[in-house]
């Protein structure tokens, strides 16, 4: 979902999972179909309209009819949410949070698309296997102040880069 929460009811926002997985596991994910998570704490970006608090119980409940592709994956023993980050209101897309988690836990995505399928930005998931520790308080805060230039850009490709920079991420 690209566009903001501008609009929605006073219970709406964007929100934030962040799930440990125990152990790596093999999952059939609706029209994903069967989808490999390896062992490791993973970050979901997901948007509600209204109810707001509602869905993100939903997610954490283990029985529940599987609607969403993250049904799919808290449903599982071997899954659970250990932290959520509510951002109500705000006027922040689902998709700029989304590259401010990635950008902030060095994540990659496990299973391309997974929460994404109505995404119209271009993200290649909203669901990150977070590449180091994810402290949830330091998330809430970045995700409270992006900083003056806004979330973390994307890293530019290895082939792309040009012999006068020294990092990562474009400039």
């Given amino acids: 979902m690209t566009g903001s929460s501008r609009g929605r009811g006073t219970d709406s926002g964007l929100y934030v999972l962040v799930i440990e997985v125990a152990r790596r596991i093999r999952v059939r994910v609706g029209a994903l179909g069967e989808c490999e998570f390896p062992a490791g704490w993973y970050l979901y970006v997901g948007s509600a309209r209204r109810h707001l608090r509602r869905r993100v119980a939903r997610h954490q409940a283990r029985a529940k009819r599987r609607r969403w592709h993250i049904d799919f994956l808290t449903s599982h023993p071997a899954a659970r949410v250990v932290d959520v980050i509510l951002l109500p209101q705000t006027p922040r897309s689902e998709c ?6 990635a950008g902030a836990v060095l994540g990659s995505a496990p299973v391309r698309g997974f929460g994404a399928s109505d995404c119209g930005a271009g993200c290649e998931a909203h669901l990150w296997l977070a590449g180091r520790p994810v402290s949830a308080e330091d998330l809430r805060q970045r995700l409270r102040d992006p900083g003056p230039t806004g979330p973390p850009r994307p890293p530019i490709p290895r082939d792309q880069r040009g012999t006068d920079t020294d ?3 474009v400039p």
Avoid: H, P
Avoid at 96 to 101: A, C, S
């Fill in 96 to 101: 700029e949070v989304n590259r401010t988690v």
């Fill in 167 to 169: 990092t990562d991420t």
